[in-house]
């Protein structure tokens, strides 16, 4: 019997305390606790009534209702933590998970209108909107979570993703520059830092951010091979090929890696190592590309047979290297020996190709191009500069039979006289 009246006593105080707070608060979610206490106290007076003591699985009951839940909510908030953020977050989540995004929305709408301070409730508000392709008001919940929380680095990452994502690419560096002040070794953040200032053709500034976020991840293949792209479109060539060799040692199926390598190396003149490269970039998205080149190395080599192969094979698997085959003067020789036919509806797309993250590689490709007109500009340069060699070694042999004849004329004019 003493049991059942400090029982009561300890129910009826922990009742009293929750409803204050519910009324305190103007807060429903303490209903619920409120329901189960009375529940729980429920259970203890019909015991009393009836003058019986209640079995295992109902004394467990009345203390887990009445005692346990109550002292676990006044628990919870001394430490800080908020019940009402608790339950209406957990409740947002499973109707999350069945896409009913609505009803969450409502829940959450409600919860940081209550509690504007709810990290949580703007976290999931921001995921919600962001699903729907709300991308304004995402951010606006993400600027929230800035607010509440100044060191939220995942926050700031998000708000320049999306700014990105709406084409405000100024305003996403600028919040990708201050993340990177306050978290040096963001990775994310120097990733997406780079590709924007390398959009904006500002490679110095995308060197150093690469060259920063190094420091942190030695290892990377990303950033080496960034950083490569980077010192390509700088026309640093030689610093572009050690990067490049430092990605394509990272990862040894780095196609893209060893097709600029093959470019470089082709430029400079070195056909071997170039067709060692263009021969490893033959099994991902540039093989039609490394085809072509290594039809190109051919023809340098003298070997039209080969040559002839590779560039069918090109154009086989990508119709719009016909186009470029028939404007660079090295095929000039073997444009009637083109046997493949390109159907329009065969033709690849120009546009750039999306990674796994989602990111459009416009200047992965572009510093490709950069490559492959340098090595055009460099061969008729090349051409040129034997031409005017060839015209100086026979205007010096014109020259020379000239004076031999003067010399001839003058020796005849003195003796006849």
């Not at 429903?28 to 206490?37: H, K, R």
């Not at 709408?109 to 209550?114: A, F, P, Y």
């Not at 023809?299 to 660079?328: C, P």
Request: glycine share 4%; proline share 1%; hydrophobic share 40%.
């Amino acid at each position: 019997m003493l049991e059942k009246v400090f029982f009561n006593l300890l129910a009826f105080s922990l009742f009293i305390l929750i409803f204050f707070k519910m009324v305190r608060k103007n807060d429903t979610n303490y209903i619920v606790i409120s329901i189960l206490e009375a529940i729980g106290i429920t259970i203890s007076f019909i015991e009393i009534k009836i003058g019986m003591e209640a079995n295992t699985f109902f004394k467990v009951l009345r203390y887990l209702f009445a005692i346990f839940m109550p002292c676990l909510v006044i628990l919870m908030e001394w430490k800080g933590l908020n019940f009402s953020e608790l339950v209406s977050s957990a409740l947002a989540k499973s109707l999350m998970i069945i896409a009913d995004y609505k009803a969450a929305k409502s829940i959450l709408i409600k919860l940081v209108t209550k509690y504007p301070e709810s990290y949580i409730g703007h976290k999931l508000l921001a995921q919600i909107y962001e699903k729907e392709g709300g991308m304004r008001k995402a951010i606006d919940e993400y600027v929230k979570l800035v607010d509440i929380r100044r060191n939220d680095d995942k926050s700031y990452f998000k708000i320049a993703d999306l700014l990105n994502e709406l084409g405000q690419k100024n305003e996403a560096i600028q919040m990708l520059e201050n993340l990177m002040k306050n978290k040096p070794d963001s990775y994310e953040g120097s990733i997406l830092l780079g590709e924007l200032l390398c959009e904006q053709e500002r490679f110095k500034e995308a060197e150093r951010v690469y060259q920063e976020a190094l420091k942190f991840r030695p290892t990377d293949f990303d950033l080496y091979y960034n950083l490569g792209i980077v010192y390509t479109c700088l026309s640093e060539f030689q610093m572009a090929k050690e990067v490049y060799e430092k990605a394509a040692q990272i990862n040894h199926r780095a196609y893209g890696a060893h097709y600029n390598l093959g470019q470089i190396a082709l430029i400079q003149g070195d056909l071997e190592i170039a067709e060692k490269y263009f021969v490893n970039s033959l099994y991902g998205d540039l093989e039609a590309k490394a085809y072509y080149q290594l039809a190109k190395i051919y023809i340098l080599k003298g070997d039209k047979a080969m040559a002839i192969n590779f560039l069918n094979k090109s154009i086989e698997m990508d119709a719009n290297l016909l186009e470029m085959a028939n404007q660079e003067k090295v095929f000039a020789g073997i444009k009637e020996h083109i046997t493949v036919s390109v159907k329009m509806e065969n033709e690849i797309s120009d546009e750039p190709k999306i990674d796994e993250k989602g990111h459009i590689l416009k200047i992965e490709k572009k510093a490709r191009e950069y490559l492959e007109s340098t090595d055009i500009l460099v061969r008729d340069m090349s051409e040129i500069t034997e031409k005017q060699k060839i015209e100086k070694k026979v205007d010096k042999i014109f020259e020379e039979q000239r004076l031999q004849k003067q010399m001839e004329k003058e020796q005849k004019e003195r003796g006849a006289n």
